[in-house]
């Protein structure tokens, strides 16, 4: 596996969980100020497409991310910047696929959160909710059927996700198969401009779980330590052998769907509400009283994180766009069965051309 | 000593299982029941582990296998109708049809769908996927029309690095015979001149093609030689051996089992208008399944459906005009 850009003075093996928490604030922040780069790039009309922020959900991503190890599977979604770098993704893959760059793992053939290096684990989302569920499932279960045992693999999804129909399929197939799958439910109240009320009509999404036999844990999602604890033990659970564990957690999401959204329509109360804090602010309060980190340091993370996306962003600007002369356009791997169209002919007087 | 195109099926993942230990069989009731038309017969037994039960989950099936795939295995999927791949479309279409152009990672799957007409079997337990499925890029189709290569296909199928939509006819499945499995194939993407003649050029595939050589024989008393293509693969599709047999007949006709708006037939016939336009002496045609869901009553199948009959009457109008 890639190792993170970032470079930390603790090892991913720490034991100390004072250091697991400074790592992990330091990979949240990096992911809110290479996203807030990211919105004002899109802003300035330099980035096609779309731009999809994690904000307000950053301390649940990254708690997914580094539960895992390296060898496990990860199939994040849209508001995982932070869990992709800390599963190892490097902040220039993000950059690179936002701009188009040539250079990118996906070649400006796929752009913004559709990134992933399958053959790492790293799996990269299309955009039907809840489709990457059974696809993770298919690695697990390739892996048991070579023998391979130990490694884990999880999914995000959102309260959205919840209601389609391959979210139904995929964790069921999970539990009928005993994969050691973890899924991880970011309830953050609103899929698209769509409120939980009009999303579902259980008590609670942990009771999903329930109806497929599946465990089920519950985390409030702004707050970093509790996301840490929860998201290792549910990973801990499936790697000793404990079937698919489900994690949800109940955060709002702290910006529109996309750039383009205003989110006019989340309720102010929840926005008042301890739904509404900053998980990013409160990581950075409780290290501060527990004593993990001093001001002064924070500052310095916060310059230093600055810098490599400036850095990052300013190389890939110079990185050249996908040429349409050059590409293959080819969409199977057996060059012998590509189809051949015949181009239409020629226009039939040579000043044809010139006339039109 | 015979083996039907469901045996050569049965015969040819018994091999894939045996000589390759990424391959391995997921879809509905393919386990210790064999499948709901035994194409997996005594297979788990013989492949412990391999050959595995699927919930009604047609989405997480493809699901399962695109990401077996990705991490180095081979597995066929099970469709127990073709009509119900509807249901794992997504997967299909947008997740394993896009791995390899997204990320350069192969994804070696093949879905098998029984397909095509059987009399009594209605609007959902009929139906030809193979026109929908070829309109997308990323996804090769195979529609084998006979025991040989229903057999050597399905092995190639397996073999290639690309995701297959291989499409079975249900009505060949018991009826079709040939003395023995073959010890040697023609590739996809290659057509079959099936039949020579020099009158008429019938292009057909899967079980089409036998109603097609039907049609032949009935005008041959008439005094008409008519050549029949197999095009084994609608997708890559062999243009070549179409326009070449055009060239000799100078007319066509096209038959497919799917409806009639779009599909392969109409994508035959714009390729020989575009490339070979010249050759033709008379407008190309073609005929398809009636633009309805398909018919549970028997005689309403055998009228929905193109048949011998209707091939052959389809025939005489463009062999007169």
Known sequence: MVQAAITTDVTPAEASFG???????????????????????????????????????????????????????????????????????????????????????????????????????????????????????????????????????????????????????????????????????????????????????????????????????????????ACLRVLADAVGRARAGGGPQMVVARLLRLCGHGEHDDASYVDPQLRASALGRDCLKVAEQQLLQDGLAQPAELEAWRAEALSEVERTVAQVQHEPAPDPFQEEWRAIATEALVETHAAPPLPPRPGALKQA | MSVTYLEAIRAAQARALAEDPRVFIYGQDVGAFGGAFKATKNLAREFPGRVVDAPISEDAMVGLAVGAAIEGMRPIVEMQFADFSTAGFNQIVNQAATLFWRTEVPCPIVIRLPGGGTSGSGPFHSQSMESVYAHYPGLLVFTPAT?????????????????????????????????????????????????????????????????????????????????????????????????????????????????????????????????????????????NAKDTPIPFHPTLWAAHRPTARSIAAAARNLLRS
Not at chain 2, 225 to 251: C, F, H, M, Y
Request: proline share 5%; net charge neutral; aromatic share 6%.
């Open chain 2, 147 to 287: 025991v040989e290569d229903a057999y050597s296909m399905l092995l190639e199928a397996v073999a290639l690095d690309d995701p297959v939509i291989f499409c079975e006819h249900k009505l060949l499945y018991y009826h079709l015979k040939a003395e023995r499995l073959p010890t040697e194939a023609l590739p996809a993407g290659k057509a079959r001149v099936t039949r020579p003649g020099r009158d008429l050029t019938i292009v057909a595939y899967s079980a089409m093609v036998h109603e097609a050589l039907a049609a032949a024989a009935e005008l041959q008393p008439e005094g008409w030689e008519i050549e029949v293509v197999d095009l084994r693969s609608v997708k890559p599709l062999d243009t070549d051996t179409v326009v070449a047999s055009v060239a000799r007949t100078g007319r066509l006709l096209c038959v497919g089992e799917s409806w009639p708006w779009g599909g392969v037939t109409a994508e035959v016939l714009a390729r020989v208008a575009s490339e070979g336009f010249e050759l033709l002496d008379a407008p190309p045609q073609r005929l």
């Open chain 1, 19 to 225: 250091a697991l928490c400074r790592r992990a604030y330091r990979l949240m922040l990096l992911a809110r100020i290479a996203e807030e780069k990211l919105a004002g790039l899109y802003r300035a009309g330099q980035i096609q497409g779309g731009v999809f922020l994690g904000r307000g959900q950053e301390a649940l991503s990254v708690a997914a991310g580094l539960a895992l190890r390296p060898g496990d599977v990860f199939a994040p979604l849209i508001r995982d910047a932070a869990g992709r770098l800390a599963f190892g993704e490097p902040l220039v893959d993000a950059v690179r696929t936002y701009l188009g760059s040539r250079l990118g793992p996906m070649r400006g053939r796929d752009g913004n959160v559709h990134r992933g290096r399958p053959r790492e684990g790293y799996l990269p989302m299309i955009s039907h909710l809840g489709a990457m569920i059974s696809v993770v499932n298919g690695v697990l279960f390739a892996r048991r059927l070579k023998g391979q045992s130990g490694s884990v693999g999880l999914a995000c999804v959102g309260d959205g996700a919840t209601s389609a129909g391959s979210f139904h399929e995929g964790l069921n197939q999970a539990a009928v198969e005993r994969l050691p799958l973890v899924l991880v439910v970011a309830n953050n109240q609103y899929a698209y401009s769509t409120p939980n009320s009009r999303q579902f009509a259980c008590r609670d999404l942990t009771d999903k779980a329930a109806g497929y036999g599946v465990g089920c844990l519950s985390v409030d999602g702004t707050d970093l330590q």
